[in-house]
């Protein structure tokens, strides 16, 4: 990074997994428009000091982030939802660092308030009222709870956890694929196309885990749920 002139990432567009994602210092960066095919950030993003940057549209396939995120210091940055589908790798030393930010007053998205109940490693400062430090991010995710449980009824998997047969019902539009990922982001199960919203999945050839579940519908809207894999 560090290109005063780049507006956009158009020309990387069939871009899927990545080590790093560091962009930062763009001076004319209004978008991450040329990065919707990226879905697995396999250790750490780092988002910073891009002046025009306003939201993270273009990075809503993103899926899994290893390590680290950090978002700080992007003065009119005031929507961070695109990153509302990523999951963390908890297996890893993860850190969240969200600072400096004075336009973002919404941080409480999903991955942003799993990090919260998982560990002590963040740091939450400096930017609007609503996102201006961890225990106002983390009293609004107690509040979005409820919120998110009904959400989460729209994609419901039992048993949970699971030894060997699971049942999965979508409650929304006809499924167009399902694939399975590790905790390393990798695709366990290849892409699945059901003929119908109920169905079973077989686990047992699984080791015993943590497998995050990506369901995507006919009108592209995608869902995702956690299943524990048991031996």
């Given amino acids: 990074s560090d290109c005063p002139s780049l507006k956009d990432l158009n020309g990387i567009n069939t871009l899927q997994s990545v080590n790093d994602l560091m962009i930062y210092n763009n001076d004319s960066l209004k978008s991450f ?15 910073a000091g891009n002046a025009q940057l306003e939201s993270f549209s273009g990075i809503e396939n993103i899926q899994f982030i290893g390590e680290q995120l950090w978002i700080h210091e ?3 940055l005031s929507d961070i939802s695109a990153l509302e589908n990523a999951m963390f790798g908890f297996n890893y030393t993860v850190m969240l660092n969200i600072y400096g930010n004075l336009n973002l007053s919404e941080c409480a998205i999903q991955p942003v308030c799993d990090f919260l109940s998982f560990t002590s490693t963040y ?3 400096d930017n609007a009222p609503g996102c201006n430090s961890s225990a106002e991010v983390d009293s609004i995710c107690n509040l979005l709870d409820v ?23 979508y ?11 590790n905790v390393l982001g990798e695709l366990i199960k290849p892409i699945f196309n059901p003929t119908n919203n109920k169905f079973k999945l077989n686990v047992s050839n699984l080791p ?10 006919i009108n592209g809207e995608i869902s995702t749920t956690k299943i524990i894999k048991i031996d």
């Fill in 147 to 169: 919120d998110l449980v009904a959400e989460e009824q729209v994609l419901n998997i039992s048993p949970n956890p699971a030894s060997s047969l699971v049942t999965i019902e």
């Fill in 171 to 181: 409650n929304g539009k006809d499924i167009s694929s399902l694939k399975v990922y």
């Fill in 208 to 217: 015993q885990g943590l497998y995050n579940i990506v369901l995507k519908d």
């Fill in 33 to 47: 428009k040329g990065l919707e095919g990226l879905e697995f950030v396999n250790s750490e993003i780092l988002f």
């Fill in 123 to 125: 740091f939450i400062y």
């Fill in 74 to 76: 992007n003065p009119i």
